[in-house]
């Protein structure tokens, strides 16, 4: 079973910095891959999904980027950070021909504050 | 955009007794998928019932699905301490690349 490694855990940032989280996925190849944003007490958000190296897609327009360089690498980056960015990341992964019978393995989140 | 809906928001019960929640959703769906998420950590996917599937158990829990409601239902039996978490359901239409997601009902186990 696969596993994602996410890090860092906590991240207090001025507004204006730069932002770069990083996903490592191990125990499978070739997964799809998300970044989710969670709001505290809410559901989640869909920011970014890839289905491969270099093949990104974005849901919700904002100040946020994502790439993957490799194949079991996903970055989430930002050039300047808002405060609006403040919130709860996640990192999930699934492989396409898992979908139909198996849930998204996640990472533990990181916590980013911005101020 | 968020398409299920769980309810309560919120509940809270004594341990040992049981715990159910709802799920409603809007368009149709190949799965749904329910998660856990313990206090500032990542999601844990719980169990997924197919949209042939009626109910579904694992352990304590079990789940069901009314395709004809479009609502589902995750019910913990015996529920215990570690059990206090916030639980989320998700649904898969196969048609696009995400879960869409609801906003959760945060359940609090009492000693």
């Known amino acids: 079973s696969q596993t994602i490694h996410q890090w860092p855990a906590t991240l207090v940032q001025p507004v204006g910095s730069p932002l770069s989280l990083e996903c490592t996925v191990e125990g499978t190849s070739n997964p799809n891959l998300y970044w989710y944003r969670q709001a505290a007490g809410r559901g989640l958000q869909l920011l970014f999904y890839s289905v491969g190296i270099g093949q990104i897609s974005s849901e919700v327009p904002q100040n946020l980027s994502a790439s993957r360089p490799q194949d079991r690498q996903f970055i989430l980056s930002s050039k300047k950070l808002l405060l609006s960015d403040s919130g709860f990341y996640l990192c999930a992964c699934l492989r396409w021909a898992d979908r139909p019978t198996e849930g998204y393995t996640f990472g533990s989140g990181t916590r980013l504050t911005v101020v | 955009s968020q398409q299920g809906e769980e309810d309560p928001q919120a509940l809270s019960i004594q341990e040992g007794e049981n715990a159910t929640m709802n799920c409603s959703y809007k368009?149709?769906?190949?799965?749904l998928q329910w998660y856990r998420q313990n206090s500032g950590r990542g999601l844990v996917h719980l169990i997924l019932i197919r949209s042939n599937e009626r109910e579904k158990h694992s352990g304590r829990l079990r789940v069901t699905l009314d395709t004809s409601k479009k609502s589902s239902s995750l019910l913990i039996t015996a529920s215990r301490a570690a059990d206090t978490a916030s639980y989320f359901c998700a649904t898969d239409a196969l048609s696009n690349y995400q879960l869409i997601w609801g906003a959760g009902t945060k359940l609090i186990i009492k000693p």
């Open positions: 368009t149709s769906i190949n799965n």
